[in-house]
């Protein structure tokens, strides 16, 4: 066999049925969900609630507090979100497509510092021994936690947080043994590229019509 695929495989064989089982649906909805939000589609949360939900099982299961921590912090966060991308006014949906102000810029740079910190007290609390995977984690849970938090405004930039942090969560996913979860993270970079440039066209186009 292959030494790509035998290192993809190998920690499945000691794996139980339900926890394949559950890391495919995971890996399924999580794909979904990325496909809804470049489309703006409202199916995003409820498809993301479902993978978010399952990861958390997961990743408690394997012992990565900082990323539980954040797929549990999306679970509440898609809820949110859902709720701010369903309100009408007048017929229509109120919240647009738009680029972050300097206010919220400030906003999500103070996000990401506080997630890091908490996720690194998280850590401690639990006597992790830190390790330069767990620094990783602890650096790509402050970028998702801001990323969700510009998705949930429907900010262009969430597309660019997305996008970073997915890039370096596809080795460390590998290097973890999550040979789903790694590959899944590799699509949603591909996605997330192209929300990106679906979001910024729908936003141009709307600002030419303004203008």
């Known amino acids: 066999m292959s030494p790509i695929f035998e290192f993809f495989l190998e ?25 809804y939000a470049k489309q703006e589609n409202i199916l995003v949360y409820p498809t993301g609630l479902v993978a978010t939900v399952i990861t958390v099982y997961l990743l408690y299961k394997a012992g990565y507090l900082g990323d539980m921590m954040m797929n549990f912090y999306y679970s509440v966060m898609s809820i949110y979100g859902w709720w701010n991308w369903s309100r009408k006014k007048k017929g229509g949906f109120v919240l647009p497509i ?3 102000t300097t206010r919220q810029k400030w906003i999500g740079i103070v996000l990401f510092v506080l997630t890091m910190m908490v996720t690194y007290l998280v ?5 992790y021994e830190l390790q330069i995977p767990n620094y990783i984690d602890i650096f790509t849970s402050g970028l998702f936690f801001t990323a969700m938090w510009y998705m949930a405004t429907k900010k262009l930039e969430n597309w660019t947080l997305w996008i970073i942090g997915d890039l370096i969560t596809i080795p460390l996913y590998a290097y973890r043994g999550l040979g789903i979860l790694s590959l899944q993270y590799l699509i949603f970079t591909i996605l997330a590229i192209q929300g990106y440039i679906a979001w910024r066209n729908s936003l141009d186009k709307t600002t030419s019509q303004i203008a």
């Open 11 to 35: 920690p499945y064989r000691s794996a139980s049925t339900l926890d394949i089982v559950l890391e495919i649906l995971a890996f399924v909805f999580g794909i979904a969900s990325v496909v």
């Open 123 to 127: 850590y401690r609390v639990y006597d």
């Open 98 to 100: 738009s680029r972050t």
